[in-house]
């Protein structure tokens, strides 16, 4: 086994993966059962079985429940994986969506959508797409003809994002009617989730995160430098679009229904790198499983601490993201 696979305590990948999986699995149990309604197991296991049907416990399971908890699993997982992706591909662990402009971007390209009466589910999720790729793009290519050391990337990340949210902004205060449309999105959280507005965006997310599995030895090559990957054989330009592609696609269609979600590709590609190394063909599965479970625990806390309120999960996860940043800078001190 390698040693990027092993961990202080002698796990092996495969039983951390399963682990995660279990994790998953109790923070889906957990946020199904609770909330506004107490639904008890075997409530729970009837109205599953039932389907939806007549009963109360059937409606608030199909109606309500399963779609929110489809929405945090996607937007965990399909965030975590791009942040994963991202800091791999710019050799830079404190890349992420939320901080490079990506998340901001695909805000911008929403509310322009929105000002322009597009509506849809297929066109806000193309658009935040779109946004979060060009967002990405242009931060890198300006990283590059600059000649900028990792660090001064990631500064002109945060700068690329507040200046696309200064445009957000503008639109929104300009077009009342594009602020209301868009006011959930800007938030970021899961209690105006429906079926329609998460069927486009899942089906782009389960396939990125396919593509991405396909394209794990090329990660891993990619992130020991240009010159080695040149001298292995592998054609950079060309990988390094594709991926960064694949991961502006995974954050636009996260952020296209669940909002502006901070921190959670920073935070989770973290935590899973100690835990499981940084080989990517367990990275990145594990990543999706913790990011997925990591998302739904919070949209639970954000339910029920302060209940009968609820706070948004995107202000949950900047509470819990902006210490993290902070601590990982000063890891960072006097390193390039």
Not at 209 to 229: M, Q, R, Y
Not at 290 to 308: E, N, S
């Amino acid at each position: 086994m390698s040693s990027s696979s092993r961990s202080s305590t002698g796990i092996k990948p495969g039983v951390k993966i399963a682990l995660a999986a279990a994790f998953l699995l109790l923070a889906t149990f957990l946020n199904v059962c609770f909330g506004a309604s107490w639904l008890a197991p075997a409530r729970l296991w009837e109205a599953l079985i039932s389907g939806p049907g007549e009963s109360a416990a059937a409606r608030i399971l199909w109606y309500a429940r399963l779609p929110r908890i489809a929405a945090c699993l996607l937007a965990g997982a399909g965030l975590a994986v791009s942040g994963t992706v991202i800091q791999k591909v710019l050799a830079n662990s404190l890349a992420s969506p939320s901080i490079i402009g990506v998340n901001a971007g695909a805000g911008l390209a929403v509310a322009l959508c929105c000002a322009f009466g597009g509506y849809s589910a297929w066109l806000i999720t193309g658009a935040s797409f779109l946004g979060a790729m060009a967002a990405t793009f242009l931060v890198v290519i300006a990283g590059r003809k600059s000649g900028a050391s990792r660090t001064t990337v990631i500064l002109g990340g945060v700068a690329v994002s507040t200046c696309l949210n200064a445009v957000t902004q503008a639109i929104t205060t300009l077009l009342p009617d594009a602020a209301l449309a868009s006011a959930d999105f800007r938030v970021g959280g899961f209690s105006a989730v429906n079926q329609g507005r998460l069927l486009p965006a899942a089906i782009l997310i389960l396939a990125g995160i396919a593509l991405t599995c396909t394209l794990t030895n090329e990660l891993d090559v990619l992130s020991l430098g240009d010159d080695t990957a040149h001298a292995l054989g592998l054609r950079v330009g060309t990988i390094r679009t594709v991926l960064l592609t694949v991961a502006a696609l995974l954050a636009g269609a996260s952020v296209s229904f669940a909002g502006i979600l901070g921190f959670v590709g920073l935070i989770v590609p973290h935590i899973a790198r100690r835990l499981i190394g940084n080989e990517s063909g367990t990275l990145l599965p594990f990543t999706a499983l913790l990011g997925a479970g990591f998302v739904a625990l919070c949209d639970l806390a954000a339910r029920m601490v302060f209940a009968p309120y609820e706070l948004p999960t995107g202000i949950l996860l900047s509470f819990l993201g902006g210490p993290f940043f902070i601590w990982l800078l000063l890891k960072r001190k006097g390193k390039p």
